[in-house]
């Protein structure tokens, strides 16, 4: 079955294909964040099928908006590899306090020098594989993570070099929200990669304990 | 005559004939015996031979197993051969080590025993000098007691007062230095000799302090004497004031005075002599313990050195006798390779069959080319590991290096991920990076939310403060602030807002109108629909008013309409109707079907279809006779 389903003489990802790929995650990685964390009332999503699994969209028309803007300005970021970190950070609507930080760091996956012959290119169901177990442990977050009982509004930042192209406009340089270094804790979740990209995930909390 | 003779010789041939011919058969018999035996025999050889035949090649097979055999055979005692020089080099290789084990041993034995004896001995000799240092510092306690209490009695001789206060000290001195001696003594062994010098010094003293009693003895005498030589003195002064007195004053200084002092610089001297004895020795004994230290630091200098070279000669000893191990090993191996290709060329010498197939031997030489490429090999990767120091310690010390490594980077992986943590809770925003949001986000939506909701209770809040004030001081100023209020009762912020919320009021109120609206369409077209559905199949028309009656007509005679009310719950529970109204119209036996149907069976559905069916027929006929006359107007038209 899987030599059927792979073809063997597929080309090594490309910079654009791989962008994709990771613009794609993110899209999924955050909707799981908002429904699992229970931003966003619940029946405000539906069920898709992805990565071969049921994953949870967002129905709400000004966040769908919302987040395709950011994405395809990542997208443009992730092409030229100006953006290095992306951060849904969750804060709690009355105190305004930063209650959670997913943060998704972005690296390029840089070929061992001296060793001329390319590797074999990655699986595409290998990627998806890994995709997959993100977004589970995403969701398994929850048994862990403090229960958050007020209403919570969320922003993503975005760090990207002093050199990236920045449509002025429509981004603002902003407070990183960082969360009180006492109460803070992290926890480093799974990580995926294509040929081109490398996407670490944590997350980081505040914990009155 | 002739023919009787003839006759007998014809019968006598006859006769001879028979005779020969019988002969002849026997003969003939006796050469078919020999036949059969001939035969018989030829047979016999021919048996022994296939036997012989037989026998041979059981013996060349024989000879074969047995050749292969001993080829075998060869070979074992080959393998025992080489197993028992290598168990024969073991064994050497074990006795020697085991003797230089042995030896090394003994020497340690011995040189320990040696130890032990010359630590017995000092013991010994340390105990003799304590003991003999204690007598003499009884001694010379004792005599510092007697010097001493002379010294009390001497003090009296005022002018030898600070002489013996000097001597007193120094001897103070010299016997607290004895007792941190005798301390030092107990501790160093080394010190041996110095101290016997010391010991020898001290005798010196002992002899000075033996002279210097003597002197005192004298002193004694001295002072008895000078205590007369006073009392001449006071004597002779009273005789020469006698006389100075009687005649002029004659300057005779005695004599005896100047004898005391002649003895006092005597002993000054001795003092002095002494002081220089004793400050020789102890720069001797100085110099001495000098010249110790620097021996035993010599002594664990060249220990130290000599240790250093052991190991080193060990360990050469050790890669001589494995080179030494390596070259028997080869020699034993070429030797031994060297006697197998000499058994094979033997064996082929000795077989002569020519089977000794060129295949074997190409095998042999590619295991010989073989054998030396891994030689090489060996050697390659001994010197390497020369190279690399050769020393196990090396090895040792390098794995622990990479262990520390190791250690250090866990250390810094924790650290990585501690500043991680940093980083991703947002606490440290790594230099020429700028963080971005969305100027539209969800966050800031609510921000702003807040802050206009914020913003206009503020203002309200102020207008309302002023408005406050206002009405305090009209209330101060009573009558004249009446018409300000008319003008302002409220303040226009507060009804702005009021008239905000009423407009999203209205707002409300008008799309619930709308809303209203659409169902009341949506149910006036659905009860029409309902109504059309139930007269097209019951052929009843059915209108319902507000108070619950329904007012059924039927579709056939529109003048017999019954108007039903629902029974009160309490009685029938349900929701029965009941007849209680009807129309002037209607079948001619209307009364009858009602008493039966409605007061008989009580069968509201029943009655209605039985008049359905009444006025079905009716109009059926009416219509028919309609039809007819509307025929026969036609007709006459």
């Known amino acids: ?209 | 005559m002739a023919h009787a003779s003839l006759e007998r010789q014809l019968a006598t041939a006859r006769t001879a004939k028979v005779e020969l011919e019988s002969k002849l058969r026997e003969k003939d018999v006796l050469i078919e015996r020999l036949e059969r035996d001939r035969r018989w025999l030829a047979e016999r050889e021919k048996e022994e031979r296939e036997e012989k035949e037989k026998d041979r090649a059981e013996h060349e097979e024989d000879k074969r197993k047995s050749d292969n055999e001993l080829r075998s055979l060869r070979a074992s005692l080959r393998s025992l051969t080489e197993q028992h020089a290598d168990l024969g080099e073991q064994h050497t290789e074990l006795s020697r080590s085991t003797s230089q084990i042995i030896a090394t041993q003994k020497s340690q034995l011995s040189t320990l025993e040696r130890q032990v004896r010359l630590l017995e001995e000092e013991a010994s000799e340390f105990r003799h000098i304590a003991e003999e240092r204690s007598r003499t510092i009884q001694e010379v306690q004792d005599r510092f007691d007697e010097l001493t209490m002379s010294q009390d009695t001497y003090t009296r001789n005022g002018s030898d007062d600070e002489n013996w206060a000097v001597v007193r000290e120094e001897l103070h001195r010299q016997a607290n230095y004895l007792r941190t001696l005798e301390s030092s003594n107990a501790k160093l062994n080394q010190e041996l000799a110095v101290f016997r010098e010391r010991h020898v010094s001290i005798e010196v003293l002992r002899e000075e302090k033996r002279g210097l009693e003597k002197k005192l003895h004298g002193a004694e005498e001295l002072r008895e004497r000078v205590v007369r030589l006073e009392a001449e003195v006071e004597a002779s002064r009273k005789e020469r004031e006698a006389w100075a007195s009687k005649a002029a004053p004659s300057d005779t200084p005695s004599k005896t005075p100047v004898s005391v002092t002649q003895s006092l610089s005597s002993l000054r001297m001795a003092h002095a002599r002494l002081l220089e004895d004793h400050g020789a020795t102890s720069a001797l004994l100085r110099q001495r313990e000098a010249e110790l230290a620097d021996a035993q630091r010599r002594e664990s200098e060249s220990h130290g050195s000599l240790e250093k070279l052991q190991s080193e000669v060990r360990v050469s000893k050790d890669i001589i006798a494995k080179k030494d191990h390596k070259v028997t090993l080869a020699e034993r191996e070429v030797g031994f390779l060297q006697a197998l290709v000499a058994s094979y060329s033997a064996e082929e010498a000795g077989q002569e069959d020519g089977n000794v197939d060129e295949a074997k031997t190409q095998h042999i030489q590619d295991l010989e080319s073989l054998l030396a490429e891994f030689k090489t090999r060996i050697r390659v990767l001994e010197r390497e590991i020369d190279s690399l120091g050769g020393d196990p310690a090396l090895l040792g010390k390098v794995q622990s290096a990479s262990e520390k490594h190791l250690e250090k980077i866990e250390e810094l992986e924790q650290t990585l991920f501690e500043l991680r943590g940093e980083v991703g809770g947002g606490r440290h925003v790594p230099p020429g990076i700028r963080v971005l949001s969305l100027r539209d986000n969800p966050a800031q939506q609510w921000a702003d939310l807040r802050q206009e909701v914020m913003d206009r209770l503020k203002s309200e809040n102020e207008a309302l403060m002023k408005r406050l004030k206002e009405l305090e001081e009209s209330g101060a100023g009573s009558g004249k602030a009446q018409h300000n209020a008319d003008e302002e009762l409220v303040p226009r912020e507060s009804w702005e807002v009021v008239n905000k919320e009423k407009k999203e009021l209205e707002d409300v109120v008008k799309q619930k109108e709308k809303r209203l609206l659409r169902l009341q369409q949506v149910f006036a077209s659905k009860s029409a629909e309902f109504r059309e559905a139930i007269a097209s199949i019951l052929g009843l028309k059915f209108a319902f008013y507000p108070n619950g009656q329904v007012r059924v007509t039927s579709q056939y005679d529109l003048s017999a309409s019954f108007v039903f009310q629902p029974t009160p719950k309490a009685e029938g529970g349900g929701a029965k109707m009941q007849l209680i109204a009807q129309g002037e119209g209607g079948p001619i036996d209307l009364p009858q079907m009602m008493q039966y149907w409605v007061q008989t069976e009580q069968c509201i559905p029943g009655f209605l279809a039985s008049v359905t069916l009444e006025c079905y027929d009716k109009w059926k006929r009416e219509q028919q006779e309609g039809v007819s006359k509307r025929f026969c107007e036609d007709n006459q038209n």
């Open chain 1, 1 to 209: 079955m899987a030599p059927t389903k792979q073809a063997p003489t597929r080309q090594a990802i490309t910079l654009k294909g791989s962008t994709n790929l990771v613009t794609e995650f993110f899209k999924y990685a955050v909707n799981t964040i908002l429904f699992q964390r229970g931003v966003y009332p619940e029946d405000d999503f539906h069920m898709v099928k992805k990565y071969g699994q049921t994953v949870l969209v967002t129905q709400d028309l000004a966040l769908e908006n919302y987040l395709d803007k950011i994405l395809k300005q990542v997208n443009k970021w992730l092409l030229t590899g100006g953006v290095t970190q992306l951060v849904l950070a969750i804060i709690s609507k009355d105190t305004r306090t930063p209650l959670e930080r997913w943060v998704f760091d972005i690296n390029l996956v840089e070929q061992p020098a001296g060793s001329s012959e390319v590797p074999p290119p990655k699986p595409e169901s290998e990627i998806q594989a890994e995709i997959r177990y993100i977004l589970k442990q995403i969701v398994s977050t929850v048994t862990f993570l403090p229960i958050m009982d007020e209403p919570t509004v969320f922003n993503i930042l975005a760090y990207t070099s002093e050199s990236a192209d920045i449509p002025a406009d429509e981004w603002v340089d902003t407070d990183p929200l960082a969360i009180e270094a006492s109460k803070s804790q992290q926890v480093k979740l799974r990580s995926f990669s294509t040929d081109v990209h490398r996407i670490e995930a944590m997350v980081a909390y505040r914990y009155d304990g």
